[in-house]
């Protein structure tokens, strides 16, 4: 599988894929979140990988939205733009559903929906230096990517509210403490740890790994019943609309 943004290898019943625009801090663009989720539907008709790394490329795992691209709507058609503002919630929710068993694996930083994404995952595995942000509030914008469902799920509503809304970074260590990480690893023994993982894992009878997961999402989706309560595509078309009103309103100061 050849991408613009992924790196996908394959070794045996393993599977990485390694977000790749290290010059842009691994920022998630239009362009990646439609490779990732076309891995993953890919992923739904394969029955020999059993286990999915996500990793980075470079400096970090990623920074998170790539937010250069809201100045422009990409579209004269107002649903069009409402549908691709939710193309982080699909992304998402397609690594999230996927049947094989998933482990992050995280260097550097994780920031906004990077750290989204780690949420939807599985296992999360992080260096002990890598830290972590949620920096939309602070921003002026929603946390979007259905993302709080998950934050609260893996490490509890007042957590999750007090990290959203302070939107203070906090370290591997504190991930670690939180629920947020499942494991810590050596600087630069990120994969290795996640790779010794996923052995452990391909080691086990395939059948009843597959069904212990699909009993772990049907328990996900009973504890997430918020996630319906909002339109996060709205929420984040809001945010696209004022970004580009802001924008505008500082050209035209600049003029």
């Not at 790394?53 to 250069?68: C, K, N, R, V």
């Not at 996900?220 to 505008?248: F, P, V, W």
Request: charged share 25%; hydrophobic share 40%.
């Amino acid at each position: 599988m050849d991408y613009e943004t992924l790196q996908v290898e394959l070794d045996g019943a393993l599977m990485t894929v390694r977000m790749n625009r290290p010059d842009k801090r691994n920022a998630i663009n239009r362009q990646m979140h439609l490779e990732l989720q076309d891995v993953c539907r890919r992923l739904g008709d394969d029955f020999d990988t059993r286990v999915v790394i996500l990793a980075g490329a470079g400096a970090g795992f990623s920074s998170g939205a790539d937010t250069s691209e809201w100045r422009e709507a990409g579209s004269a058609n107002d649903l069009e733009v409402r549908h691709t503002s939710g193309i982080g919630s699909r992304t998402s929710a397609a690594v999230e559903n996927l049947d094989q068993i998933t482990i992050a694996a995280v260097h550097g930083f994780a920031v906004g929906g990077a750290l989204v994404l780690t949420s939807c995952c599985d296992l999360r595995v992080a260096a002990e230096s890598s830290w972590f942000s949620i920096p939309e509030v602070e921003l002026g914008l929603p946390l979007g990517w259905n993302a709080l469902p998950r934050l609260a799920r893996e490490i509890g509503h007042a957590r999750a509210l007090e990290l959203t809304i302070t939107c203070a970074r906090f370290t591997a260590a504190q991930a670690h403490g939180y629920g947020l990480v499942t494991h810590l690893a050596s600087e630069g023994g990120h994969e290795d740890t996640a790779e010794e993982l996923a052995a452990k894992i391909i080691e086990r009878p395939a059948l009843p790994v597959a069904m212990t997961k699909a009993t772990i999402k049907a328990l996900k989706r009973g504890t997430e019943i918020g996630d319906t309560a909002y339109s996060d595509a709205d929420l984040l078309l809001y945010s696209r609309l004022m970004n580009q009103r802001r924008a505008r309103l500082e050209k035209e100061g600049r003029a």
